[in-house]
């Protein structure tokens, strides 16, 4: 049986990025077989998974602009996957909340692919299941807070020393 902090460094070293990557690629299928982009996909499930926002909120958090984001809307909107409703506080902005029917749709796709992901979790004990969990939740909590990171630093090309410049974004 391998140690332990071999483990943790094969998870840490390579098998968390070969997940990430392998995660990516699932879903860029995944949009491709609902005929979206990759972007609209994942805007469509961070609005499903964290509740209705504004354009501006969801720009915010994915990182792209405000005009992407308006190109987003307007395709998920043509498309019956999401719809608009004004803010109850702010009569100016929109709230952006999926469809119930993008949702069915999403769902529906996922219970249909071969080898649920519920067999992952046979032959774990429950402790182990509990500790898949925290490692996941730990995990996407950790990413989440490097996406902030990386976004309020932009490293620029190059300064006109020849060195990368940093500035801070506001």
């Known amino acids: 049986m391998p140690r332990r902090q071999d483990l943790a460094r094969e998870i840490t ?6 997940h990430s990557t392998a995660t990516v690629l699932f879903h860029h299928a995944l949009a491709e077989r609902l005929g979206l982009g990759p972007a609209d996909h994942k805007c469509l499930d961070l609005l499903h998974e964290r509740g209705p926002m504004t ?19 307007a395709r998920l909107e043509r498309s019956g996957r999401l719809r608009r409703e004004p803010h109850p506080r702010d009569r100016r902005k ?9 949702v069915e749709e999403i769902q529906d796709l996922f219970a249909t692919l071969p080898a649920g992901h519920d067999a992952l979790l046979e032959g774990f004990t429950g402790a182990e299941v509990a500790a898949i969990h925290t490692f996941l939740t730990r995990a ?8 902030a990171a990386l976004r309020s630093h932009t490293v620029l090309p190059t300064a ?10 506001p």
């Not at 354009?55 to 987003?72: D, K, M, N, R």
């Not at 996407?140 to 996406?147: A, E, N, Q, S």
Request: charged letters at 15%; hydrophobic letters at 35%.
């Open 13 to 18: 070293a390579s098998l968390a990025r070969r």
């Open 55 to 73: 354009g501006s909120e969801l720009a915010a958090l994915t990182g792209l602009t405000t005009g992407a984001i308006t190109g987003v809307v």
């Open 94 to 102: 929109q709230l952006l909340y999926p469809t119930n029917s993008a």
């Open 140 to 147: 996407t909590d950790l990413l989440y807070r490097r996406v």
């Open 160 to 169: 006109p020393s020849g060195r990368p410049a940093e500035r801070t974004s």
